[in-house]
């Protein structure tokens, strides 16, 4: 074979080739890593096993009768097609029914409530009502833990108890505040 004007072997070109598939595919996984991690539905296995177990066939977003259950599109790189959560907009109700369809196993049924903690609830004291000297208690009475996952301080503070928090997005529908001063993270 010619290189240029000189005469190249075999084993030199199969190694240049594979030289730059190599760079092609480091490129293209660079390109399509996922930017943010997504909340997942409840029951979801280790994201790497989930991402390696998904069938993207989109029956858990199907049986959803929230809506809270969405599929990645073509943006998200290499988790398009996967199911994820949008807390913000529509809570989990943790119906389960997700699972139930779920024919990778990558949705597992758990023995609590609190083994399908999704996430986590983060409040925002510069936004929430209730730390700028205003009586406000609506985050308490929609957590579907009691008075577990949410308490508050001096009879008027809310703080999230992480320990007891399944991450459902119940508290930040709720908040009241222009902009909900509460946000439910990925763990």
């Given at each position: 074979m010619l290189k240029g004007n000189e005469l190249i072997n075999r084993r030199?070109?199969?190694?240049?080739?594979?030289?730059?598939?190599?760079?092609?595919?480091?490129?293209?996984?660079r390109t399509t890593a996922p930017k943010k991690k997504l909340i997942r539905p409840p029951g979801a296995i280790e994201e790497i096993a989930f991402l390696a177990g998904c069938q993207r066939c989109?029956?858990?977003s199907l049986v959803c009768e929230d809506g809270s259950i969405h599929i990645a599109?073509?943006?998200?790189?290499?988790?398009v097609g996967t199911p994820y959560l949008v807390l913000d907009e529509q809570p989990c109700t943790f119906c389960l029914r997700c699972?139930?369809?779920?024919?990778?196993?990558?949705?597992?049924?758990?023995?609590?409530?609190?083994a399908y903690s999704i996430g986590v609830a983060k409040i925002n004291q510069d936004k929430c009502l209730a730390y700028h000297e205003q009586l406000c208690s609506s985050c308490?009475?929609?957590?579907?833990?009691?008075?577990k996952a949410i308490e508050l301080r001096d009879f008027r503070y809310p703080i999230i108890r992480t320990e007891y928090c399944?991450?459902?997005?119940?508290?930040?529908?709720?908040?009241?505040?222009?902009?909900?001063?509460?946000?439910?993270?990925p763990y």
């Open positions: 030199d070109f199969f190694g240049t080739v594979f030289n730059d598939i190599c760079k092609l595919t480091m490129t293209a996984v989109g029956k858990c599109g073509p943006d998200e790189g290499v988790l699972i139930e369809v779920c024919p990778s196993g990558v949705l597992e049924s758990r023995e609590s409530i609190q308490l009475f929609t957590c579907p833990t009691g008075i399944i991450g459902c997005g119940r508290c930040s529908k709720a908040c009241i505040a222009v902009d909900s001063a509460i946000t439910v993270v």
